[in-house]
């Protein structure tokens, strides 16, 4: 069974620029989450989709920052006009469809984010 | 939200057990005690989660104290591969209960 897949790996952006960031979740979950990790820091989360909802984005930052989990294909996150501190290492994690009381999340490998 | 406190560091050699204490002192009724760890340059990975009695699985066992404002994470016989940050997190049974929470966690360093 393939694991959680992200690409790109590692993404280099120059300020100003989109990032789009991949994700393609494990054969049979339909959860995904999206999380941001900066330097030195642990792991935050920013947003929380089914196929074609958005459950929960309250960790999202207002401003360009976008998520989306269509009926075919991964999920993206996007980011416009990058800045700075938009460098992190970005997880998205997946779990099954049906619900269980206690989350056991999948994560991904990660893209790693640099914006120069 | 419940808060956990992890030691910010551990060491182990190879082959002996580990004990990683976490304490949570606000955990209510209702919270689950999840432990991910993270290796170098990867995602976290799920490693075991428990309410109120002790569990066993294929990576490690959790105990996890009468009073549930405390637990321990336990493997048994430490490898190399083990080496990684290991978190300590709490989610309710209900509401937004998929947010896990990562802290600093507790960087485990394995000696051979």
Known sequence: NAGVMQNPRHLVRRRGQEARLRCSPMKGHSHVYWYRQLPEEGLKFMVYLQKENIIDESGMPKERFSAEFPKEGPSILRIQQVVRGDSAAYFCASSPSTTKVSYEQYFGPGTRLTVT | DAKTTQPNSMESNEEEPVHLPCNHSTIS???????????PSQGPEYVIHGLTSNVNN???SLAIAEDRKSSTLILHRATLRDAAVYYCILSNSGGSNY???FGKGTLLTVNP
């Open chain 2, 29 to 39: 009724g209702t919270d689950y005690i999840h432990w991910y760890r993270q290796l």
């Open chain 2, 58 to 60: 294929r990576m490690a």
């Open chain 2, 99 to 101: 947010k896990l929470t």
